[in-house]
């Protein structure tokens, strides 16, 4: 059973539409929710962390929002070079140090 | 600033033959992470290291070994290469495992075994 769920798999916009990418989680504690941007050929950048629900985070046309079941990633106005598959990924609680679970992605194409 | 740069950024191996993917980082970091990409999989962990001279597996640890050289490095060995370990392989650095776990990722090593 997948612990962190991305949808839609792939989403095509019009430059300028605005949209929101979603990213579910069934950890049994959350210590943080990391949002990712991976450009073909490239290894992932990271974008966000959020921590609590109710915390937002904003970087240009980008905004992460969480709740204790989710979070969305809220495009606005997008332009072709916000293009590229993003990644959400969570860090448990429970004092373990492996790193971060990954979801498969969300890969967005804005067409000019 | 380079980051983490990991090496070679392509490679081709027959089944059965071995090679050893390197990594480093230059943030000082004290946990090392080595994760695998494929197609409909998204990114899962092979092996971690939270501090220089301690490894631990993953995920998908098996068919693979790492060695922690020291904290700047940290290396990937496969020793008899499976087509199913074609993949995407990425390194990823942090300040301290368990307590900031935001990533920072080389640009990969694409391999192919045939």
């Known amino acids: 059973e997948d612990q962190v769920t991305q949808s839609p798999e792939a989403l095509r916009l019009q430059e300028g539409e605005s949209s929101s990418l979603n990213c579910s989680y069934t950890?049994?504690?959350?210590?943080?929710l990391f949002w990712y941007r991976q450009d073909p050929g490239k290894g992932p950048e990271f974008l966000f962390t959020?921590?609590?629900a109710g915390e937002e985070k904003e970087k240009e046309r980008l905004k992460a929002t969480l709740t204790k079941k989710e979070s969305f990633l809220h495009i606005t106005a997008p332009k072709p070079e916000d293009s590229a598959t993003y990644l959400c990924?969570?860090?448990?609680?429970?004092?373990?140090?492996?790193?971060?679970?990954f979801g498969k992605g969300t890969h967005l194409i804005i067409q000019p | 600033n380079a980051g983490v740069t990991q090496t070679p950024k392509f490679q081709v191996l027959k089944t059965g033959q071995s090679m050893t993917l390197q990594c480093a980082q230059d943030?000082?970091?004290?946990?090392m992470y080595w994760y695998r990409q494929d197609p409909g999989m998204g990114l899962r962990l092979i092996y971690y290291?939270?501090?220089?001279?301690?490894?631990d597996k993953g995920e998908v640890p098996n068919g693979y070994n790492v060695s922690r050289l020291n904290k700047r490095e940290f290396s990937l060995r496969l020793e008899s290469a499976a087509p199913s370990q074609t993949s995407v392989y990425f390194c990823?650095?942090?300040?301290?495992?368990?307590?900031?776990?935001?990533?920072?990722f080389g640009s990969g090593t694409q391999l192919s075994v045939l």
């Open positions: 990924a969570v860090q448990q609680s429970g004092g373990g140090a492996d790193g971060l679970t």
């Open positions: 959020l921590y609590s």
């Open positions: 943030m000082n970091h004290n946990s």
């Open positions: 290291s939270a501090s220089e001279g301690t490894t």
């Open positions: 950890v049994s504690g959350l210590r943080g």
């Open positions: 990823a650095s942090s300040e301290a495992a368990g307590v900031n776990e935001k990533l920072f």
